[in-house]
C-alpha cells in the first residue's frame, strides 16, 4: 500500500492536491439528505476515509478514520478529530457501529474488498457507499473537451457491482442526481456552470485532474475558455444551463 508524507494512502497525494479541499467541497443539503436516508436510524456511525468531514451526519456520534494529516487537518472544528488509520485496518472491534459509511473515496483504497470486509465486520447495520459509476449514464460536454479525464475515473472508480458483492446479497444501488447550484464542488457538479472548472483551485479538489498531463490540462483551458468566450459553448450545450439536476453516475451502494 502507498503511503505518502502526509498518510494518504492510495493513488493520490492528498498533501499536494488537498490544500483548499474543504472550500471547495463544502457537503451539498440535497445529497447529505440522501445519505442520511441511507444509514436509516443509526446513532453511532464509522466515516471511513472521512476527509474534511463531508456529509458527516451532525446529530449522531460519528467515529471519523482518515490517513492523509492534510485533509484531518481541514476538518472543522465541531467534528471530532479524526483517527489516524485505513480502511484495510480498522482499529475497532467487531459489530462496534449502528452503520458505517464512505464517501467518494472507496476508488482511493488499495484493496476494495478487504477495506468494505472490515467494514462490514464493525457494523451491524447499514454499510453506505458515495461513489461514481465508473461508466457514465450519458455523454455530456466535459467528455468532449477532456476525454482523458474520464478515462482516469473510469480505471479508478470501482464497478458497482464489485461493491455490492463485497457488501453481501442485501444490497441497493440509488442514483443521487446531482443539483444544479450544488455546494460540492467536484468536478460532475459543474455541469451546468463550465466557467468554474476554469479555476485551478476547483480543480484541485477533484483527485482525478492530478493525473493528468500539463499538456492536457492547458489543452482544456484553452479550448473551454475560448468556446465560452466566443459563444461556442452555449451554442452547442447551452441547453444543459437550464437542467435543475442531471445524473453525472453519482451513486448510492447501500449494503444492509
Known sequence: ?????????????????????????????????QILDALGE??????????????????????AVEPSASMRAQRPDWLAEAIDATSEALPFADN??????????????????AGLGEMRRVTTGPVVILTFDPTPPVHWWLMDYAPELFAVEG?????????AAALGSATEIRTVLVPR???????????ARPEGLLDPEVRRATSAWSFLEPEVIERFEQHLGDDLASGAWD?????????????VGMRLVIGR
Open 1 to 33: 500500500m502507498t503511503r505518502f508524507s502526509d498518510g494518504s494512502a492510495g493513488d493520490a497525494n492528498y498533501g499536494v492536491i488537498g490544500a483548499g479541499y474543504a472550500r471547495i467541497r463544502q457537503p451539498d443539503p440535497r445529497i447529505a439528505a
Open 42 to 63: 443509526a446513532q453511532t456511525v464509522l466515516n471511513v476515509g472521512a476527509g474534511a468531514g463531508s456529509y458527516e451526519p451532525v446529530d449522531r456520534t460519528v467515529t
Open 96 to 113: 462496534s457501529f449502528d452503520a458505517s459509511m464512505a464517501s467518494v473515496t472507496v476508488h482511493q483504497w488499495p484493496n476494495l474488498e
Open 155 to 163: 480505471k479508478r472508480m470501482p464497478e458497482l457491482a464489485r461493491i
Open 181 to 191: 447550484d450544488s455546494t460540492d464542488g467536484f468536478v460532475q457538479a459543474y455541469f
Open 235 to 247: 451554442s452547442r450545450y447551452g441547453a444543459i444551463r437550464d437542467t435543475t439536476e442531471f445524473d
